[in-house]
């Protein structure tokens, strides 16, 4: 009967040590504090900042510093005077690129890139 109840000890830890390995190995990367994402509302990146990605769902998004990754806004307008190393995507709104701008990727608005 003790093996038996071994055995059974054994099986329980085997299977709640897979089950958890499977959850540490389905885990979203972490957010960085530097990333952006903002449902509703505006992101401004001041000068002498670095941040890294910048996703806002319907708003507006200023970059005078520096944006490591992307910029990609659902709804709203786009205004880059600084540098984006990634990629500037307005899906629904205009991009506006200062003469200081610097973009590392690509550049796509719904509407005419100003």
Do not use: K, W
Not at 51 to 58: H, L, R
Request: hydrophobic residues 50%; charged residues 20%; contains cysteine.
């Amino acid at each position: 009967m003790h093996l038996r109840s071994a055995f059974v000890l054994v099986a329980c830890v085997a299977i709640a040590g897979s089950v958890a390995g499977s959850a540490e190995a389905q885990e979203a990367p972490p957010i960085r504090p530097e990333d952006q994402i903002v449902l509703a509302g505006s992101v401004e990146v001041p000068r002498g900042t670095v941040i890294g990605e910048v996703v806002v769902f319907s708003g507006t998004v200023t970059v005078e510093g520096v944006v490591e990754g992307d910029v990609v806004v659902f709804e709203g307008p786009v205004v880059v005077a600084g540098q984006v190393n990634g990629s500037v995507i307005a899906a629904d709104g205009v991009v506006r690129l200062r003469s200081s701008a610097r973009i590392g990727g690509d550049v796509y608005s719904s509407e005419e890139v100003l």
